[in-house]
């Protein structure tokens, strides 16, 4: 357990920002005429994805998933759990998922296969932060805000045991 004094800041809020306003402005050019659904992954994205949804100057919808690899560790699980779905259908849409942080890549795979047997026309994937040292299997990343070295993060809506979401930047313990 740790306390938010013990944090280093690895990417401060000014920083995350304006990667988020570029990022926002590349999505919103390459779905220009698209049907696009943003699909957050809960709940760990909620922060990064309401930015994000300001910086796409497209219509789109958004809906969220709710999925769980961590639980309390500070590494995932592997073992993936849906705990709220989707409220829409995505069927024939473009879809953009968001997500906080890819580490070992399994629960994306996990949720890429789920999402392909609801038959959207698309499905590209935005993610904040990727941490390529611990991939354990290739996922096709579209949007990387951020590559990181293998730290456990916090902050910006990402957790350890549910605390340090409402911390404005991302952060390590020192």
């Known amino acids: 357990?740790?306390?938010?004094s013990?944090?280093?800041t690895l990417i401060d809020a000014e920083t995350l920002a304006k990667r988020i306003r570029e990022l926002g402005a590349e999505i919103s050019r390459d779905y220009v005429g698209k049907d696009l659904a943003v699909i957050g992954i809960l709940k760990g994205c909620f922060v990064f994805l309401a930015d994000l949804a300001r910086a796409i100057d497209i219509e789109c919808t958004v809906d969220f998933l709710g999925l769980s690899s961590y639980g309390s560790a500070t590494t995932s699980s592997g073992v993936?759990?849906?705990t709220s779905d989707l409220t829409k259908p995505i069927e024939g849409r473009d879809v953009l998922v968001v997500e906080d942080i890819i580490d070992t890549g399994l629960t994306m795979r996990y949720l890429l296969e789920n999402l392909g047997t609801r038959r959207p026309a698309s499905v590209r994937i935005c993610t904040l932060?990727?941490?390529p040292a611990n991939s354990r299997c290739d996922v096709?990343?579209?949007y990387t805000g951020f590559t990181i070295d293998d730290?456990?993060?916090v902050g910006f809506g990402l957790d350890y045991a549910e605390k340090f979401r409402n911390v404005g930047y991302i952060g390590y313990k020192r």
Do not use: G, Q, S, T
Request: hydrophobic letters at 55%.
């Open 1 to 4: 357990m740790f306390k938010r």
């Open 6 to 8: 013990d944090l280093a």
């Open 129 to 131: 932060l990727h941490k």
């Open 80 to 82: 993936v759990k849906i």
């Open 151 to 153: 730290h456990f993060v």
């Open 140 to 142: 096709p990343i579209d």
